[in-house]
T-cell receptor, first 112, second 112 residues
Framework: RKEVEQDPGPFNVPEGATVAFNCTYS??????FFWYRQDCRKEPKLLMS???SGNEDGRFTAQLNRASQYISLLIRDSKLSDSATYLC?????????????FGSGTRLLVRP | NAGVTQTPKFQVLKTGQSMTLQCAQD?????MYWYRQDPGMGLRLIYY???????DKGEVPNGYNVSRLNKREFSLRLESAAPSQTSVYFC???????????FGDGTRLSIL
């Protein structure tokens, strides 16, 4: 089982739609969580950190469920520019050090 | 504010040639990382440096060496390039263990 698992998609949605991605992680000792966005052939860019209480940044809402070991990302009112791959990232302790573990990503296509 | 700077941006090598990829960050970050990303795949950690003076192997270290020259700079060396090392290489850094990573814009390396 992968440490961080995501549905690869693609999720193909019309402009204005609401779309949600889930990500599960296996290490219960994980302490911090992030969503990154990666455009084709570009570097990953931090979209938002994920806090236990859940957090919102404009059209984006992230939630953490520690009991079930998953995090989610909700995008409201999708824009064409939201088309990208969304990476779930989990920070956990392994081999006496903390490492960021990246999921393989969920691809989102927003169509006109 | 440059963030994480990688050089070169593109490089073509012949099998057996050697090459050093450079990475520098100006954010006073403690940890630095090298990843590779093959087409359609997720990020794979090659080597990392948790702090100045230390380096550790990641998921795919074979065929690579690294040097943490000082707090700012972390270089990745291919001693004898192989076609299987054709990839996009990303350098990243972060302040401490609970913080997200910040990425450079990548080096696209082709080995013929």
């Amino acid at each position: 089982r992968k440490e961080v698992e995501q549905d690869p998609g693609p999720f193909n949605v019309p402009e204005g739609a609401t779309v949600a991605f889930n990500c599960t992680y296996s290490n219960s000792a994980s302490q911090s969580f992030f969503w990154y966005r990666q455009d084709c052939r570009k570097e990953p860019k931090l979209l938002m950190s994920v806090y236990s209480s859940g957090n919102e940044d404009g059209r984006f809402t992230a939630q953490l469920n520690r009991a079930s070991q998953y995090i989610s990302l909700l995008i409201r009112d999708s824009k064409l520019s939201d088309s990208a791959t969304y990476l779930c990232v989990v920070n956990g302790r392994r081999d006496s050090s903390y490492k960021l573990i990246f999921g393989s990503g969920t691809r989102l296509l927003v169509r006109p | 504010n440059a963030g994480v700077t990688q050089t070169p941006k593109f490089q073509v090598l012949k099998t057996g040639q050697s090459m050093t990829l450079q990475c520098a960050q100006d954010m006073n970050h403690n940890s630095m990382y090298w990843y590779r990303q093959d087409p359609g795949m997720g990020l794979r950690l090659i080597y990392y440096s948790a702090s100045e003076g230390t380096t550790d192997k990641g998921e795919v270290p074979n065929g690579y060496n690294v040097s943490r020259l000082n707090k700012r700079e972390f270089s990745l060396r291919l001693e004898s390039a192989a076609p299987s090392q054709t990839s996009v290489y990303f350098c990243a850094s972060r302040k401490n263990t609970n913080q997200p990573q910040h990425f450079g814009d990548g080096t696209r390396l082709s080995i013929l």
